[in-house]
């Protein structure tokens, strides 16, 4: 019986998470998770894919918390611009990490970018992010005069610096 309850509540709560990440078109500048654990701000140099959601170059607050106190983590972005994207993004994984700055990881895919990690310093923390449905990463590789897939080739990460919003 718990089971079949814990089940019904992550159905219900994948069900408003793909609702909010797949649609969300509005900007607000308090986040909408019951806890906050971490807050910060980020400029992204270029459209960037996250999970289902795509997002513009431009400047965004991003908060990782619960949406309730006993929920899984998210990831909340917020546009600051107006009609700038909103939504929540559930991570992959979360895990430790040894980073001394607060950043977002990305690769590169052509012109744009696709969220695969966000580093919280801070708070010791890092999540990780699915690659986007359909996305395949590869690579020229002049040797075979193709391209290779980024598991076997080299591929280019950029960092974006996450500025920590003070509580």
Do not use: N
């Given at each position: 019986m718990k089971s079949?309850?814990?089940l019904m509540t992550m159905a219900g709560l994948s069900l408003v998470l793909f609702a909010l990440g797949?649609?969300?078109t509005r900007a607000q500048s308090a986040p909408s998770l019951s806890t906050t654990n971490f807050a910060g701000s980020m400029t992204l140099p270029a459209d960037a894919q996250w999970g289902r959601m795509t997002l513009?170059?431009?400047?965004?607050n991003l908060y990782y918390g619960t949406l309730n106190d006993q929920g899984p983590f998210v990831v909340e972005v917020v546009?600051?611009?107006?009609?700038?994207?909103h939504g929540l993004i559930a991570p992959l994984g979360n895990d430790t990490t040894?980073?001394?700055k607060s950043s977002l990881i990305c690769v590169r895919a052509g012109g744009?970018?696709?969220?695969?990690t966000l580093e919280m310093a801070r708070i010791g923390k890092s999540a990780s992010f699915a690659m986007?449905?359909?996305?395949?990463l590869v690579a020229h590789n002049g040797k075979h005069n193709g391209y290779t897939q980024l598991a076997e080739a080299p591929m280019l990460i950029q960092r974006i610096p996450v500025s920590v919003n003070a509580k």
């Open positions: 079949i309850r814990s797949a649609v969300g513009p170059a431009g400047d965004y546009g600051k611009a107006k009609g700038a994207p040894s980073a001394s744009a970018l696709i969220v695969r986007p449905r359909g996305a395949q």
